[in-house]
């Protein structure tokens, strides 16, 4: 899937939405010309309501966002960081529900606990857009207007072929997983285990879960002790795997990890030939931007589709600078590139002699 | 209170044991329903004595079918006490398995899915393979949700399924996939999880979603329509779902058109194959660069071509609308729905035109009294209609009130003996047929 452009994802989106929809490809979603005339008439003000805005994936998400409302003269009006805090998004929507915002993006924090919250925003006449996920229960055209996410089932999926190439034959896979219920890792969890099932059926699969980030070193260090045979760890996104990576390696203790999303720490652990080996990296940007041109086009009165998916691209260590650019839309940070430069010359070194 | 708990529980002891389960079954369904919630309106609706009410209830407070919950809108004197119905006891495995796809989540006692999944399956993969990944998605979805051990499991199949002779008896073959024909599916589902197994056509199922929870929900005369690779339509009348003799009903892709059946000119395939011979041909340029790009198309390509304005596209899904709208017109005069609700991959993807179409044809074609608040409108729910409807399904039988006394002073369906009985039986018949010869192939 994923030696293709982000331009060209049309036959590569492997999940399905939170309905069973089929995908509708993000770059599919483009305004008219007189569309967008309209929409630059009317300026638009949309609010987005993060989990977090510190992330690698949220900032790159946050500026597709920007750029594309801003082409057509809407205005990002405000941005909420929930910091991780359901709480903190209940009251935000309540809030943003009765102020002068035309729609808001947002992504649910868990499931069932913020989805009242989510229709009753739509319900006080805001269009919703949602990111990655749609709680159980909430229903497109009722109580949101489309979904737009990254293909997590394909992201789980290219992450077990990556991790596979490091499990012996017979050997053991830790998943470490998301203690929440949040439709986007759960799909990232079920591909990894169902291409292990049926590519890999002698690896044997254990799991640790963690409920916050703090967490996730911890439920690594578990995972190893209870299963000392283990081979390799697929974290179910960038920061705890990172988390893993550093309590791993405190206790020097070195294993292949693939993990979804290009964070800048994985980056560079990568191209240091660290212990993460793969990724299914997410492009933040342009589902941020795909977003945008949705909530515009629900707020133009324009059909949407429930469903809206990006495929994700898979990095490896050897071409990490090439995907950073695709992903970030910048240049990879001098210390990825001096990295990649270095273990390469090491590479033809040890080759000599 | 507490001195009517302790001294009336005697005072109501039932004379016959059935005179309880009664009893027992009528307030606790009255109690899960929300008709009657407070002692008082209990002992209305019931038509119990306060004291056999009193003896009830704590009976299934113990067995932990029901608690006490907030208190109620006070009507002179102090607020009483509001029953509640523990949806928390048990859980509910539910599937919608089609041709293409495979949905599966996690219901709470109140048919309130906690968590879904749906991914890509081919049927003929083969009904191994399809059980296979049934059952691996249920244990994680029971270990993910850490909820309670399941009551039972609600199916989806594609295909009409017969109704059983009685109650727990599992319906032998699943008629409509030839290839999975003598293979204990349900069977060995249901001994899998040690819980009773439901299972209903796909289009009942999605039906009864979307009268839960979707389009439908409050209304008591709907029809659904799935209009897939085949087409059939789903009917709720004055709040119960329309079977058939044969649990057959719906079966509307089999109308003639002309000398074709309906599925044949309007359902999935059909379009994509007009839609490859117009791309063939020249009639659709869009098309034409499609194929060339995919090297084949499928019916969201059309109805993707058609909201960008393809001509040909846009008359090819109005003109599956009509045929369509005229198979549905004579039952909706038949029925008087107030809703008509469109479902399955071609109406997702057919956008306005393939629903101008229907309407068109109903509303041309029915009484002026039928159609006069009739409302056609799209699926919001998709496939997931199809796994809320399969837990409505279990709910149904579970708490249908027959069945109901059969377990409800034991505090739970899986202690029902009948559903034992037949748990044995179950495991009997496919020891024996597990202990046969090998060679035997299913035709």
């Known amino acids: 899937m994923n030696s293709k452009t982000p331009g060209d994802t049309a036959m590569s989106i492997a999940g399905l939405g939170p309905h069973g929809e089929r995908a509708v490809p993000a770059d599919q979603i483009q305004l008219t010309q007189t569309d967008a005339a309209q929409a630059r008439g009317r300026r638009f003000s949309v609010a987005v309501v993060l989990h977090t805005t510190t992330s690698d994936w949220s900032k790159q998400e946050l500026a597709g966002i920007a750029a594309a409302l801003g082409l057509y003269s809407a205005a990002l009006v405000e941005v909420v960081d929930c910091n991780f805090d359901f709480e903190l ?49 909430m229903l497109p055209g009722t109580d949101y207007a489309s979904v737009v996410s990254t293909d997590n089932f394909g992201l789980g999926q290219s992450c077990a072929a990556m991790l596979s190439a490091h499990i012996p034959q017979g050997g053991a896979a830790g998943i470490l997983g998301y203690g929440i219920d949040f439709f986007a890792t759960h799909e990232r969890e079920i591909a990894f285990r169902k291409w292990m099932g049926s590519h890999r059926p002698d690896v044997t699969l254990v799991r640790e879960r963690f409920a916050d980030l703090d967490g996730a070193g911890a439920a690594a260090l578990a995972m190893v002790g209870k299963t000392p045979s283990l081979s390799g760890i697929f974290a179910v996104w960038d920061v705890p795997a990172m988390k893993a990576v550093q309590a791993l390696a405190q206790k020097n203790i070195d294993i292949p990890i693939t993990t979804v999303d290009l964070g800048n720490e994985v980056a560079l652990d990568m191209a240091r030939h660290g212990m993460i080996k793969g990724v299914g990296a997410q492009l933040p940007y342009d589902q941020g931007s795909a977003a945008a041109r949705v909530t515009l086009a629900a707020l133009l009165g324009l059909p949407v589709p429930p469903w809206v998916a990006l495929a994700g691209r898979e990095v490896t260590p050897s071409d990490v600078i090439e995907a950073y650019q695709v992903i970030w839309h910048l240049p990879a940070p001098r210390t990825i590139i001096e990295s990649v430069r270095s273990s390469f010359a090491a590479q033809i070194q040890d080759a000599g002699e | 209170m507490a001195e009517e708990k302790t001294t009336l529980r005697s005072v109501g002891r ?8 009664a009893s027992l079954a009528l307030l606790l369904n009255l109690v899960r329903t929300g008709a009657a919630t407070t002692r008082q309106e209990l002992e209305r609706r019931s038509e119990l004595g306060r004291a056999v009410v009193a003896d009830r209830l704590a009976t299934m407070i113990e067995l932990g079918l029901l608690k006490e919950g907030e208190l109620g809108q006070a009507t002179g004197g102090r607020a009483p006490r509001q029953m509640r119905f523990r949806q928390d006891a048990g859980s509910l495995l539910v599937s919608a398995i089609d041709q293409s796809s495979i949905a599966l989540g996690i219901a709470d006692l109140n048919g309130q899915m906690l968590v879904e999944h749906h991914e890509a399956a ?70 899998r999880f040690g819980v009773p197994i439901f299972a209903r056509s796909g289009v009942q199922t999605m039906t009864m979603g ?51 059946l309906l599925e044949a000119v309007a359902g999935a395939e059909a379009i994509a194959r007009e839609g490859k011979a117009a791309a063939e041909d020249g009639r659709s340029p869009y098309l034409a660069q499609t194929l060339e790009r995919q090297g084949e198309l499928s019916v969201v390509d059309i109805g993707h071509a058609a909201q960008l304005g393809d001509l040909f596209c846009v008359e090819l899904l109005g003109r599956c609308g009509r045929l369509v709208g005229e198979a549905l017109a004579p039952l909706t005069n038949l029925v008087n729905p107030s809703l008509i609700v469109v479902g399955g991959v071609v109406a997702e993807s057919g956008g306005d035109s393939l629903l101008a179409g229907i309407r068109e044809a ?82």
């Open chain 1, 89 to 137: 998004q209940v009251a935000a929507l309540a809030r943003l529900a009765r102020e002068k915002v035309d729609a808001v993006i947002s992504i649910p924090i868990g499931n069932a606990r913020v989805a009242q919250a989510h229709r009753a925003l739509t319900q006080s006449g805001r269009r919703l857009v949602l990111l990655d996920n749609a709680p159980t229960g």
């Open chain 2, 14 to 21: 039932p004379r016959s044991v059935d005179a309880a389960q």
């Open chain 2, 362 to 443: 109903v509303y041309r074609q029915s009484h002026p009294m039928v159609s006069r608040d009739l409302q056609i409108m799209r699926s919001q729910m998709g496939a997931s209609s199809g796994l809320v409807g399969a837990a409505q399904v279990v709910l149904e039988e579970l708490f249908a009130p027959a069945m109901l006394q059969g377990w409800v002073g034991h505090g739970s369906p899986l202690h029902h003996p009948e559903f034992q009985k037949s748990l044995e039986r179950v495991t009997a018949a496919l020891a024996s047929k597990a202990a046969q010869p090998a060679g035997r192939v299913a035709p």
């Open chain 2, 122 to 191: 081919q049927l003929d993969a083969g009904p191994e393979a399809i059980l296979d990944r049934l059952a691996t998605i249920f244990d994680w979805l029971l270990q993910e949700t850490e909820k309670p051990a399941p009551w039972g499991i609600g199916l989806a199949l594609p295909g009409p399924i017969e109704k059983p002779a009685a109650d727990f008896e599992i319906v032998p073959v699943l008629q409509t996939i030839q290839s999975w024909q003598g293979f204990p599916f349900l069977e060995r589902l249901s001994m």
């Open chain 2, 210 to 260: 979307e009268a839960k929870a979707g389009g439908g929900r409050g209304l008591s005369d709907i029809i659904y329509v799935k209009l897939g690779r085949s087409i059939s339509a789903g009917l709720i009348s004055e709040g119960q779902l329309h079977r058939g003799a044969q649990g057959a009903a719906g079966m509307i892709g089999h109308s003639r058109v002309g000398d074709e």
